[in-house]
């Protein structure tokens, strides 16, 4: 836990862009057991790095219109973006700053599988 702690800082810190196949790597290898798909709306609340970054586009290169504070979010859906350093996976969320909706690269999120499922549900595409 305080390896992750410590990327996500660095991150922080020196600019995502240059550790994200480093953060990548730690949000993989501690995928989260409380990661889990909703019925009904087939959103996925998950744990993720703290103090993230929402893009108006799913590419690192569009503006960014919020961060996500919590470090325990609601993820509404998915779609296929830019590549992120893992895959080309970005979820949609509401940030917790300015309440705008953006999109979240999935190397900031500790999910097992990309875009998230489980044995029962998957997650809706946007």
């Not at 998950?46 to 590419?59: D, F, G, K, L, V």
């Not at 970005?90 to 499922?117: C, L, N």
């Not at 044995?119 to 946007?126: E, L």
Request: aromatic content about 12%; hydrophobic content about 45%; some cysteine.
């Amino acid at each position: 836990m305080k390896k992750a702690k410590a990327l996500a800082g660095a991150a922080i810190a020196a600019g995502a862009m240059t550790l994200i196949p480093a953060t990548a790597d730690a949000a993989q290898t501690t995928a989260a057991a409380s990661c889990y798909v909703t019925q009904g709306d087939w959103g996925m609340w998950c744990e993720n790095i703290a103090n993230i970054p929402a893009y108006s586009r799913a590419t690192f290169d569009s503006q960014i219109v919020g961060r996500v504070i919590s470090s325990f979010s609601f993820f509404n859906c998915w779609s296929a973006g830019a590549y992120n350093g893992r895959n080309s996976i970005w979820y949609w969320a509401q940030t917790d700053d300015t309440g705008a909706y953006g999109w979240i690269s999935s190397v900031y999120v500790r999910t097992p599988v990309d875009p998230m499922r489980d044995s029962v549900n998957q997650m809706r595409p946007c």
